[in-house]
């Protein structure tokens, strides 16, 4: 599976963006996908998440102002981003999970198999 992000760039605090993460393979509409960012000196932390059914779940700190969505039919999943603020300026990061770490809960970064190369978004105060 091959993940490629795009969409990030440079907005105004209060500004919007959407994310893309275009998956390769047969399977995409079984795969649960994952959004994740990563700050400077910062750990990667789970942004939101879709299941193959669609249900989302998001990380208290985007919650209202993110949304997830998928596209099964593209092989897409994407992030709409709104209200942003400074601290939400990260490098964001596209994950797949294919189901060989069922145990692990969403929010971690090992439950996901494969991830995308990153795109960054900044947001200026």
């Known amino acids: 599976v091959q993940l490629q992000a795009s969409g990030g760039g440079l907005v105004q605090a209060g500004g919007s963006l959407r994310l893309s993460c275009a998956a390769s393979?047969?399977?995409?509409?079984?795969?649960?996908m994952g959004w994740f960012r990563q700050a400077p000196g910062k750990e990667r932390e789970f942004v939101s998440s879709i299941d193959r059914s669609g249900t989302t779940y998001y990380a208290d700190s985007v919650k209202g102002r993110f949304t997830a969505s998928r596209d099964n039919s593209k092989n897409t999943v994407y992030l709409q981003m709104d209200s942003l603020k400074f601290e939400d300026t990260a490098v964001y990061y596209c994950a797949a999970d294919v189901g060989r770490n069922p145990y692990l809960y969403r929010t971690t970064v090992s439950r996901y198999d494969y991830w995308g190369q990153g795109t960054l978004v900044t947001v200026s105060s």
């Open positions: 393979g047969r399977s995409f509409g079984t795969y649960n």
